[in-house]
């Protein structure tokens, strides 16, 4: 073959290599064109449903910005700041010359109701003086007797960690056996002023009786007193609690000492009560923070819970971390409509042998109310020792209670910061 043919015979070869390569790329470029139609199709099915999700995702992000704080971050006091200005130990009792303690103006309420509960009253069940007894509450005196037939309770620490009660009512002729009664603390006449109440106690403090003779209370003593036949001693309690744990009386007997020291069993036409209520048809659901289950370590030694039941609207009331707070007459649980928690300055007081304390109870502070499961801060003040506590929530409007029967814990501001509002057992 001459090198013409030969020339001729490449080049076809080289034009049918070149075909064939050209072909297999075409194909090939063709087929990821495939796939790419193929995603962006499926990616636009996708894309609505998609979408969605990212507007939710960006609503999510902003709302915080707009929205108002929780509620259980607006309703809560990590510190309570007090501005006390007057403590239960000061020696207060001689006012210097010229000056007059001035009694509130009485005003006439709307209703007639009853001053420690709330409930419509007459006129004349209004008036009834309440008594106002100290109660032991160190745990191996429990359970106390007569405890049901309080309205209104005070609970403050005295020395070593331990509580008091201070038991208000008037139905006190009813109660069938009351005590332990225990030793009186100047704090607790302080409180008194908030009642005009009848003292009913066993001893108290040197500052505690300086306190009762200079306001001149009107006080029952089952140690420093002479009552024919006010108290006595339980026989089993003595034996087993204790001398100090052990000293009774009842409603009757209490009746009878009134009538003996001769007391007034009305108030004075001047006492204007400090506490407002609604009435028994109204149920006050307040707008706060959840409070289904309080608990709070209110001294080194006692804790404390108010556990909310929402078929009776009430608060049971256990302590010393979970035993129920019970009556030993009846077996029946204490349990409250409202609760109120108070902080305020506590001390001991500098070289007290005994570890006594002061309690702040003159300026002002700040608390809780509790009530139909929920809570409120609210501010608390009293311009001088012998007048009545003033209580308002934080944008000044006047603090009213719920009808029913009311808990006031008297804590210390360290407190404040260490209360779970939704304790689960």
């Not at 005003?107 to 008594?131: A, D």
């Not at 005009?196 to 403090?205: F, K, L, P, Q, T």
């Not at 005994?354 to 700040?366: A, D, M, N």
Request: aromatic fraction near 10%; proline fraction near 5%; hydrophobic fraction near 30%.
């Amino acid at each position: 073959m001459n090198s013409r043919k030969i020339m001729a015979v490449v080049l076809l070869l080289s034009m049918m290599l070149s075909a064939f390569v050209g072909c297999r790329t075409a194909t090939e470029e063709t087929e990821p064109a495939t796939e790419a139609v193929t995603e962006a199709e499926t990616e636009t099915e996708t894309e609505p449903e998609t979408e969605p999700e990212t507007e939710t995702e960006t609503e999510t992000e902003t709302e915080p910005e707009t929205e108002p704080p929780l509620p259980d971050e607006a309703e809560r006091l990590d510190e309570a700041d007090s501005n006390i200005t007057g403590w239960s130990d000061d020696s207060d009792y001689n006012l210097p010359d010229g000056e007059v303690e001035t009694e509130p103006e009485p005003e006439e309420p709307s209703r007639i109701y009853h001053y420690l509960n709330g409930k419509t009253v007459t006129l004349e069940e209004q008036q009834k003086r309440p008594v106002a007894i100290m109660v032991n509450n160190i745990k191996n005196c429990l359970p106390q007797a007569g405890i049901s037939y309080g309205d209104m309770f005070y609970e403050c620490s005295a020395e070593g960690g331990i509580t008091r009660l201070m038991m208000l009512t008037t139905d006190y002729e009813s109660i069938p056996l009351v005590g332990s009664i225990r030793s009186s603390r100047d704090y607790f006449i302080d409180f008194l002023a908030n009642h005009e109440a009848i003292y009913i106690h066993a001893g108290g403090s040197g500052m505690a009786y300086e306190k009762i003779a200079w306001r001149k209370i009107n006080n029952l003593d089952g140690v420093n007193m002479y009552i024919p036949g006010m108290f006595w001693r339980d026989e089993w309690r003595l034996q087993n609690m204790g001398l100090e744990h052990s000293l009774m009386t009842d409603g009757e007997k209490i009746a009878a000492g009134i009538e003996y020291m001769g007391y007034e069993t009305t108030l004075p036409d001047t006492y204007v009560c400090p506490f407002q209520f609604y009435d028994e048809n109204t149920d006050n659901h307040i707008s706060g923070s959840p409070a289904s289950h309080v608990r709070m370590i209110s001294t080194s030694v006692q804790t404390v819970d108010f556990v909310y039941d929402k078929a009776t609207g009430e608060y049971w009331r256990y302590q010393y971390n979970g035993m129920p707070h019970v009556d030993a007459n009846n077996e029946e649980q204490l349990s409250f409509k409202n609760v109120l928690i108070l902080f305020t300055d506590i001390n001991v007081i500098p070289g007290d042998a005994y570890g006594r304390l002061s309690v702040g109870t003159v300026g002002e502070g700040q608390g809780y109310y509790i009530t139909n499961g929920k809570r409120k801060v609210i501010n608390w003040s009293r311009s001088g020792k012998t007048t009545p506590i003033q209580m308002e929530y934080r944008n000044g409007d006047e603090l009213i209670l719920n009808s029913g029967k009311t808990f006031i814990c008297v804590v210390d501001d360290s407190v404040a910061g260490k209360i779970n509002f939704e304790y689960e057992w």
